[in-house]
């Protein structure tokens, strides 16, 4: 019941996620927001907003705007959540592709999600380069990673 009396409060006043979260940063700065169990990484709330706005001035310098949509598509670690809060908060939406689809099947997710981008694990980069051919032509694609072959984030 206090969730969802949360929610409804945070409607009203029209509360985005990332006004959220700058005022959970505000509250908490140094309690750790992201608990990584496979590397024992720890960020903090300060540490994931620098992160996040890292990526909200990449997201512009890219010349993404409200509304634009960015697929993601890698397996899970802490870079996944600063990437869709610092794209938030430039109001382009992410779509979370799953990590586990290939070739048609990923294929037609990105292409529904009408993303202009995908930015992609470094452990995905041969299914990327599975379909690449058969993207879009606009489809630009950044590697975060070890890849080599894309631009790194």
Request: hydrophobic letters at 45%; a negative charge; aromatic letters at 8%.
């Amino acid at each position: 019941a206090r969730v969802r009396l949360s929610m409804h409060r945070n409607q009203r006043k029209n509360s985005t996620i990332p006004h959220l979260f700058a005022q959970t940063v505000t509250q908490h700065p140094n309690k750790p927001a992201l608990i990584y169990e496979a590397t024992g990484e720890i960020w903090s709330f300060k540490q994931l907003q620098e992160r996040c706005h890292t990526v909200a001035h990449w997201g512009l310098e890219q010349g993404w705007v409200e509304g634009d949509v960015v697929a993601l598509y890698m397996e899970s670690r802490p870079v996944v959540v600063a990437l869709w809060l610092g794209l938030a908060m430039i109001g382009v939406e992410a779509a979370f592709i799953n990590c586990s689809l290939q070739q048609h099947s990923l294929l037609h997710c990105v292409g529904v999600s009408g993303a202009r981008a995908m930015v992609f694990g470094a452990e995905k980069a041969e299914a990327v380069s599975e379909v690449i051919g058969s993207l879009q032509p606009n489809m630009v694609l950044f590697c975060s990673g070890e890849d080599e072959n894309e631009e790194k984030l």
